[in-house]
């Protein structure tokens, strides 16, 4: 088997002495992250810039003499589960977490073919990033769940390419995902924030100055990507699409996604000629596109459940994500020239047009934010898709103390003071897989 580096650290013995077998194992680590700007960008062909931190999910495994899959997880809130690798593999239960194994299992099954099937194993998960909180612990699951089995059949494959299959593999659990998060965990560098491009993916690391630190604080409010969120996500995926399609009618470009649009700039300036101000209702939309109600059913809005399937704002949204791509560029020169004091400011007008244009934030995330800023932060904003979560807040490295100690003040101690969910975070490096003889 092949593999990076030994690991051996007393977390990683532990994990694997309780993974069934005897022969050899793997292990696999994947990093969480936090995205510092680029929100609802990266599936619009837009450019994101998060940083990896030191949470992360760890994943051990054994191979097993059968075409079984047998999974454990050291937190008793997730029940082992089994599945057979064999015929297809329909997803347990929505919200079930061992969907996210099966979802880099057939991802992997899709990418590999017949030549490389994968073999049965047992799989043992430890996870320590706080569940639902934006920081894409779904993610760090597949990818690590999906290098380990990787490991387990031998193969190795580029890390942009494993970024853009397991991006397409977390659709299985039925959100219409960009391939932020998976990028980050697989590619990103310690001291450095990345520069993450898509269609096709690229990545670049920006060096975060040391004078930067970061808080991330969860507003008690979970977004579970699996539950309610995933409508609200999968809204803003359509809406997107839709407003897409209309700009291309109207202005006669060739565009699938936002982000082919040469012109972003005079798209912008324009946008209240080019798209309605309020609401389009579902049945106005084949007019308005020039479809039948089967290719607008087909074409754009898929098999994939809505929060809110009737109606579709389209300007604001697209105000959002065009204003968020300028941002991205803007706070990577920012941190390029160790100006903090700008990339606050951008990351304050992030949460803004956040909250105002794509209505992704919530009151518990405003007032973290807002507190933040009363209290010593650079810039605020709600961090991963929103509708709950957490977020991140920029502030001088030596003011990270007294910052976790205003919002335990003004935030946590009224809410029963959970002490977990307000961290100090450093960018870290990205995902590993090991061979352990
Ligand atoms: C989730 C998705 C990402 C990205 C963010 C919003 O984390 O998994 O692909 O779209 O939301 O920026």
Known sequence: MKGERLVTDSRTRALLADTPGDGPAVVARAPARVNLIGEHTDYNGLPVLPIAIDRDVLVAARRRPDDAVELSNVDPAFEPRHYSLRGDIPPFPPGDWANYHKAATVGLRDALGREHALPGGSFRVHGTIPIAAGLSSSSALVVACGLAHLALADVELPRLELAELFARAERYVGTL????????????RAGHALRIDFFPLRARPVPVPPAAGFVVAHSLERAEKSGQVRG?????????????A???RRTGVAATRLGDFPDRVALLADLARLL????????????????????????????????????????????HVLGEADRVAAAEQALQRGDLAALGDLMNASHRSCAEDYEVSTPALDHLAALARAHGA????????????????????????????ALDRHFYAARGGRSDL????????????AQVE
Request: charged letters at 20%; a positive charge; hydrophobic letters at 45%.
């Open 422 to 433: 307000r961290l100090s975070v450093e960018p870290r490096g990205r995902a590993t897989v």
């Open 177 to 188: 995902g960009g391939g932020m998060d998976q990028a980050t965990t697989l590619l990103a």
């Open 276 to 319: 309605p101000e309020t609401e389009v209702a579902a049945s106005a939309l084949p007019d308005l596109l020039g479809l039948t109600p089967d290719e607008v059913r087909a074409r754009l809005l898929g098999e994939v459940t809505l929060a809110v399937p009737g109606r579709f704002a389209l300007q604001r949204r697209v105000r």
């Open 246 to 248: 209309l700009l291309a």
């Open 378 to 405: 650079l810039g605020g904003r709600l961090t991963g898709a929103g509708f709950g979560g957490a977020i991140v807040a920029l502030v001088e490295r030596d003011r990270v103390g007294a910052l976790i100690a």
């Open 232 to 244: 609200f996500y999968n809204q803003r995926v359509v809406e997107c699409r839709l407003a897409c």
